[in-house]
């Protein structure tokens, strides 16, 4: 399938994250991943090739994973409102990541620091 003539970047989604991650849990995800993609106009100036190799060796430091959280809380804010609202996913997703124990703490925010931060910007 070929992409749409106005996308102007790609992103994967695994068969793991569609069947495990609940729909608010995956928006939250996305709007994760989407964040740093347009802070650092890497969806206008970088080809998919480009994004995946920079991908691979570029680490995000924790200010700039606390900062993809803002954005995604942000951007899940501008959906139609739901009961309960979808800022909840990002909650229940970081929340989930610290009973799993999260394994990126050298470049990401500890999980439970970044619930409990998602949890104060969520109009819950």
């Given at each position: 399938?070929?992409?749409?003539?106005?996308?102007r970047f790609a992103l994967v989604v695994t068969e793991g994250?569609?069947?495990?991650?609940?729909?608010?849990?995956?928006?939250?995800?996305?709007?994760?991943?989407?964040?740093?993609?347009?802070?650092?106009?890497?969806?206008?100036?970088?080809?998919?090739?480009?994004?995946k190799a920079d991908a691979e060796y570029r680490s995000y430091?924790?200010?700039?994973?606390?900062?993809?959280?803002?954005?995604?809380?942000?951007?899940?804010?501008?959906?139609?409102?739901?009961?309960?609202?979808?800022?909840?996913?990002?909650?229940?997703?970081?929340?989930?990541?610290?009973?799993?124990?999260?394994?990126?703490?050298?470049?990401?925010?500890?999980?439970?620091?970044?619930?409990?931060?998602?949890?104060?910007?969520?109009?819950?």
């Amino acid at each position: 399938m070929a992409p749409h003539r106005a996308c102007r970047f790609a992103l994967v989604v695994t068969e793991g994250a569609l069947t495990t991650l609940a729909p608010a849990e995956l928006r939250a995800v996305l709007a994760h991943v989407i964040g740093p993609l347009i802070a650092h106009g890497i969806v206008a100036s970088q080809g998919v090739a480009e994004v995946k190799a920079d991908a691979e060796y570029r680490s995000y430091d924790r200010e700039e994973e606390y900062a993809a959280d803002r954005y995604a809380l942000e951007l899940l804010a501008r959906l139609p409102k739901e009961n309960p609202p979808a800022c909840l996913g990002m909650v229940t997703l970081l929340e989930r990541l610290k009973e799993q124990g999260g394994t990126r703490a050298k470049d990401h925010p500890l999980p439970a620091e970044r619930a409990r931060a998602a949890l104060e910007r969520c109009p819950w």
